[in-house]
């Protein structure tokens, strides 16, 4: 039996302990798998695959590929929901306000017309409350859909994403699925321009037919590319993802390493599935999908008929 660390080390100090643990309640070693495998029992004709866009363009950025598989090649019902619609970032000023939500409403319909994808419009009273809080009437109306559509997976953005928008929209998917009491619902985080993904878990290979298409899906948001193109940028990403996914996924190629020639897959998208680890060190603290989740699995208590309360503290992740 080896001697432990500190009694055969000449420079040992206590502080030391505490820093080598942090490692060791961080969760095991990261291991990525097809999210297809994931997605396998929760998809169906009545538990449809949803995308929560904090904005009209960031379904197509994160998971286009995700989406147009799912909704066109397999014939599953795919949710794009638009969470907070708005004028911001629209460069016409010979518009006003209502038109230029109209003109980003517009390019959120076309773009998941082209992915196969239903679009819902939220419109939420939070896109000009401080701090994107949701009025009482926003809380109603989520909890009201998650109830009604059923959600079999979810895409959120990340935790530590930059955005306040986005963190937002994460924490309003945990108010809608607690609220539903959805504990069925698979939850994956999908990578944003403004928060890349903490631990990836999850890949989705796509082929040169779907990179076209999420390409064409970008373009919709005409008002978006004149000010960022993220056209070239996704295409890179997406490739360079697909070369290092064989490294992430411990050594496995993509196509089978009978078959390295083959270029039929040419980029990933990448997803971390959600799960609650009670044995995590403080795995909620500034996370609300955790919080939501753990409430989900009987790990958390919660008031249900207090549920603004649960979606103030719950939104309030820092910068």
Same mark, same amino acid.
């Given at each position: 039996?080896?001697?432990?660390?500190?009694?055969?080390?000449?420079?040992?100090?206590?502080?030391?302990?505490?820093?080598?643990?942090?490692?060791?309640?961080? @969760?095991?070693?990261?291991?990525?798998?097809?999210?297809?495998?994931?997605?396998?029992?929760? !998809?169906?004709?009545?538990?449809?695959?949803?995308?929560?866009?904090?904005?009209?363009?960031? @379904?197509?950025?994160?998971?286009? #590929?995700?989406?147009? &598989?799912?909704?066109?090649?397999?014939?599953?019902?795919?949710?794009?929901?638009?969470?907070?619609?708005?004028? *911001?970032?629209?460069?016409?000023?010979?518009?006003?306000?209502?038109?230029?939500?109209?003109?980003?409403?517009? &390019?959120?319909?076309?773009?998941?017309?082209?992915?196969?994808?239903?679009?819902?419009?939220?419109?939420?009273?939070?896109?000009?409350?401080?701090?994107?809080?949701?009025?009482?009437?926003?809380?109603?109306?989520?909890?009201?859909?998650?109830?009604?559509?059923?959600?079999?997976?979810?895409?959120?953005?990340?935790?530590?994403?930059?955005?306040?928008?986005?963190?937002?929209?994460?924490?309003?998917?945990?108010?809608?699925?607690?609220?539903?009491?959805?504990?069925?619902?698979?939850?994956?985080?999908?990578?944003?321009?403004?928060?890349?993904?903490?631990?990836?878990?999850?890949?989705?290979?796509?082929?040169? $037919?779907?990179? *076209?298409?999420?390409?064409?899906?970008?373009?919709?948001?005409?008002?978006?590319? !004149?000010?960022?193109?993220?056209?070239?940028? #996704?295409?890179? !990403?997406?490739?360079?993802?697909?070369? !290092?996914?064989?490294?992430?996924?411990? @050594?496995?190629?993509?196509?089978?390493?009978?078959?390295?020639?083959?270029?039929?897959?040419?980029?990933?998208?990448?997803?971390?599935? $959600?799960?609650?680890?009670?044995?995590?060190?403080?795995?909620?603290?500034?996370?609300?999908?955790?919080?939501?989740?753990?409430?989900?699995?009987?790990?958390?208590?919660?008031?249900?008929?207090?549920?603004?309360?649960?979606?103030?503290?719950?939104?309030?992740?820092?910068?």
């Amino acid at each position: 039996m080896s001697q432990p660390i500190e009694s055969r080390s000449t420079q040992w100090l206590p502080a030391f302990d505490r820093l080598l643990r942090t490692v060791k309640e961080s @969760g095991p070693h990261g291991h990525l798998t097809d999210i297809r495998e994931s997605l396998r029992n929760v !998809l169906g004709p009545n538990r449809p695959l949803v995308m929560l866009c904090p904005h009209a363009d960031d @379904g197509a950025i994160t998971a286009a #590929c995700l989406m147009h &598989e799912y909704a066109v090649r397999r014939g599953l019902p795919v949710i794009e929901v638009l969470v907070f619609a708005g004028e *911001r970032n629209v460069a016409a000023p010979w518009l006003n306000d209502q038109k230029k939500v109209s003109v980003r409403e517009s &390019e959120f319909r076309l773009e998941c017309s082209v992915l196969g994808a239903e679009s819902v419009c939220w419109d939420l009273d939070a896109y000009r409350t401080p701090g994107y809080q949701p009025s009482g009437h926003d809380i109603d109306k989520i909890v009201a859909w998650f109830r009604d559509r059923k959600p079999g997976a979810v895409i959120v953005p990340p935790a530590t994403d930059a955005h306040l928008a986005h963190r937002m929209t994460r924490a309003i998917a945990g108010v809608g699925l607690v609220g539903a009491g959805l504990s069925d619902t698979l939850v994956l985080t999908g990578w944003t321009p403004w928060g890349p993904l903490p631990k990836p878990n999850a890949y989705f290979t796509y082929d040169g $037919e779907a990179e *076209r298409t999420k390409e064409w899906a970008i373009h919709c948001h005409a008002s978006q590319v !004149l000010l960022t193109d993220y056209t070239e940028f #996704c295409s890179h !990403l997406g490739r360079a993802y697909a070369a !290092l996914t064989r490294e992430w996924a411990e @050594g496995h190629s993509l196509t089978g390493r009978a078959h390295r020639t083959d270029e039929r897959f040419v980029g990933v998208e990448l997803f971390q599935v $959600e799960r609650y680890d009670p044995t995590h060190l403080d795995p909620c603290s500034t996370d609300p999908i955790m919080m939501a989740l753990g409430m989900l699995g009987g790990y958390i208590p919660y008031e249900t008929e207090k549920l603004s309360n649960l979606a103030a503290g719950a939104l309030a992740s820092p910068v």
